[in-house]
């Protein structure tokens, strides 16, 4: 529905000619013919129309289904081809379902709903005036949708629209952490795998590492020795990955209460990133810097990966290591503090 007026001081087609100061009158062009769509005049394309808008209220219905039954019947899946079944899943399914509710009001509107062309004259503004005009306004959309003669749409998009909020409800419920479930979720993030006397071994492999194994220079990706065996390998992975690395004691500032936690400069610092997570795995011999490809952090090995450069808030955390009877590196503890980015519970 336009408003269209006309820029004359008395509304007759009248108005004055730019730096003459004489009037000149136009004719008003009115609005275009009206050209009518098949589903005008073919009843049998109208029906098809009309069809069409409910096959694809269905698909985001199906959509929403497909994400239902990737969060609840996949359920955790425990390795990464699951994962990325799942992942898919849950992307389509969610995408479908916006874009099947959004693609079919589009076709809706542009098949079957009344296309007019109409232009009001501009009148005073009244509060009793506008709210007749506003409940006039309501039915006469209610009237042109024609919702109330096509069950068929009708009733699918109350469907779709009915169930497409509620993936979202469940995503925003797995945030909430402020049950009797949050004391839990802080204590898992807080530890990992590493415990005293856990061998540190070669990432995929499992293969373990000899303090002679690591020459200055060299880098090694790290997991915790028995990660395979773990009853949640994948989260228990995400937050024990290590990074190994060996430089020279001389160039290395240790703070005080850290003097045992290196092996001859054989250093170990979690492979998370503080900022959001992403992994860190470039390394830069000759400057020893660790890179975070995700958002450039860069974190300096000789500074006990001090945050030099980036949106990281905070160093690696860094992993207490020593060696056994063996000569095999091993674990003192577990972190000293949670690895990965902040959150509200960290402390």
């Known amino acids: 529905m336009g408003d269209h007026s006309h820029g004359s001081p008395d509304d007759s087609g009248t108005v004055a000619k730019?730096?003459?100061?004489?009037?000149?009158?136009?004719?008003?062009?009115?609005?275009?013919?009206?050209?009518?769509?098949?589903?005008?005049?073919?009843?049998?394309?109208?029906?098809?129309?009309?069809?069409?808008?409910?096959?694809l209220f269905i698909i985001s219905i199906v959509g929403t289904l497909s994400f239902f039954i990737a969060y609840f019947v996949l359920g955790r899946p425990e390795n990464i081809s699951e994962i990325?079944?799942?992942?898919?899943?849950?992307?389509?399914?969610?995408?479908?379902?916006?874009?099947?509710?959004?693609?079919?009001?589009?076709?809706?509107?542009?098949?079957?709903?009344?296309?007019?062309?109409?232009?009001e004259m501009r009148h005073e503004i009244t509060a009793e005036a506008d709210r007749k005009d506003a409940e006039e306004i309501i039915n006469q959309v209610i009237e042109e949708t024609g919702i109330k003669r096509r069950p068929l749409i009708r009733n699918t998009l109350i469907g779709a629209m009915?169930?497409?909020?509620?993936?979202?409800?469940?995503?925003?419920?797995?945030?909430?952490?402020?049950?009797?479930?949050?004391?839990?979720?802080?204590?898992?993030?807080?530890?990992?795998?590493?415990?005293?006397?856990?061998?540190?071994?070669?990432?995929?492999?499992?293969t373990p590492i000899?303090?002679?194994?690591?020459?200055?220079?060299?880098?090694f990706h790290v997991i915790p020795e028995g990660l395979d065996e773990a009853e949640d390998m994948l989260n228990e992975k995400a937050k024990a990955v290590v990074l190994l690395m060996r430089?020279?004691?001389?160039?290395?500032?240790?703070?005080?209460?850290?003097?045992?936690?290196?092996?001859?400069?054989?250093?170990?610092?979690?492979?998370?990133?503080t900022h959001v997570g992403c992994p860190v795995a470039l390394y830069e011999q000759q400057t020893h810097h660790l890179l975070c490809p995700c958002h450039q952090s860069?974190?300096?090995?000789?500074?006990?990966?001090?945050?030099?450069?980036?949106?990281?808030?905070?160093?690696?955390p860094q992993l207490p290591i020593t060696v056994d009877s063996n000569g095999f590196l091993v674990a003192q503890s577990d972190f000293q503090e949670p690895v990965g980015p902040s959150y509200w519970e960290r402390g």
């Not at 009158?25 to 049998?44: V, W, Y």
């Not at 000899?210 to 880098?219: E, F, L, T």
């Not at 290395?252 to 990133?273: L, P, T």
């Open 247 to 273: 430089l020279d004691p001389s160039k290395m500032q240790v703070s005080e209460g850290r003097e045992d936690w290196h092996v001859d400069g054989i250093v170990a610092y979690s492979k998370i990133c």
């Open 298 to 316: 860069t974190f300096d090995l000789t500074q006990e990966c001090k945050v030099i450069f980036g949106p990281a808030g905070r160093a690696l």
């Open 84 to 119: 990325r079944v799942q992942n898919a899943m849950l992307g389509l399914g969610t995408t479908f379902a916006m874009l099947g509710i959004g693609i079919g009001i589009v076709h809706w509107a542009k098949t079957l709903m009344p296309d007019h062309e109409i232009s």
């Open 162 to 206: 009915a169930l497409a909020p509620i993936p979202a409800i469940f995503m925003f419920r797995d945030l909430d952490r402020s049950g009797k479930n949050a004391g839990e979720m802080v204590e898992q993030l807080r530890h990992t795998m590493w415990d005293t006397d856990v061998r540190l071994t070669r990432d995929p492999s499992g």
């Open 18 to 55: 730019a730096g003459t100061g004489t009037l000149e009158k136009f004719q008003d062009p009115g609005l275009p013919p009206h050209r009518k769509r098949l589903a005008d005049t073919d009843p049998h394309a109208e029906k098809r129309a009309e069809r069409q808008v409910a096959l």
């Open 210 to 219: 000899k303090a002679s194994d690591v020459q200055i220079g060299s880098a």
